[in-house]
């Protein structure tokens, strides 16, 4: 009988040794963005109504990205069915600029689609609307 106790006391044992073990670290990663979009507005700051966001896109060392197409959708999270979507047009020098009515104030997300050859990158960012 001491025999069964003492090997289902060592089975429970290592049981619980085994639950509270620490997981695996995981290895480092180091994420980069594949393309940066940095957003300008005129009039700034963003009013309501009508405005025009302008992009400036760069890829990951910092150069220009030009002959893109850019899809620019926006939508108004806390007002269901509020948004807008539309091909941003280039400009040169790695913009591209869309006219858009932002007809409620708050906080709005921007959903910026970039694709040129392979390049397919899509980020959504925020944009407050004064």
């Known amino acids: 009988m001491r025999k069964f106790i003492f090997i289902s006391l060592l089975v429970a044992l290592s049981v619980l040794l085994a639950a509270c073990g620490g997981a695996a670290t995981p290895a480092e990663t180091t994420s980069s963005k594949q393309v940066n979009i940095k957003v300008e507005t005129s009039p700034t700051p963003a009013t309501k109504g009508d405005i025009e966001l302008i992009f400036t896109i760069t890829d990951a060392s910092g150069a220009l990205i030009e002959g893109a197409k850019v899809d620019v959708s926006a939508e108004h999270p806390a007002m269901a069915g509020m948004g807008m ?21 708050g906080d709005w997300v921007l959903t910026i689609d970039v694709r040129k050859g392979e390049l397919d990158y899509k980020e959504d960012i925020e944009l407050p609307i004064q």
């Open 85 to 105: 979507s539309g091909l941003a047009t280039e400009q040169g020098g790695g913009k591209y600029s869309i006219k858009a009515n932002f007809s409620d104030a």
